[in-house]
């Protein structure tokens, strides 16, 4: 019945979310993605403390101004993680995800 389909934004279902997006496990169905808080691999990226950055990047802290708590440094792995592809975010979340 897929004639009978029509989008859904959040707004219209009171902030919740409309899509999902599931991964299979062996053990069973994680969801990684829905259109309210996006993707996990988007949510999990600012997420990560300077080191992992550092060792995700090969970007060094101490190359970077040390002033405003390392502010170059964050803009820098920020802007390091938008220039990647979704599938190539998805690939770097896998490999170093806890």
């Known amino acids: 019945m897929f004639d009978t ?11 919740e979310a409309t899509v ?8 069973r169905d994680r969801m ?9 691999w988007d949510t999990w990226w600012p997420e990560l403390g300077a080191g992992d950055m550092e060792r ?4 060094r ?22 220039s990647h592809s979704e ?3 998805i690939a770097v979340w896998k490999e170093y995800r806890e």
């Open 61 to 82: 802290r101490s190359d970077f101004s040390t002033e405003k708590d390392c502010e170059d440094f964050i803009v820098a792995c920020i802007q390091w993680w938008n």
């Open 56 to 59: 995700i990047t090969g970007l």
């Open 20 to 27: 999902e997006i599931y991964s299979e496990t062996p053990r």
């Open 87 to 89: 599938t190539e975010k």
């Open 5 to 15: 389909l029509s989008a859904l934004s959040t707004e219209e279902n009171d902030g």
């Open 32 to 40: 990684i993605a829905e259109n309210r808080d996006g993707a996990a």
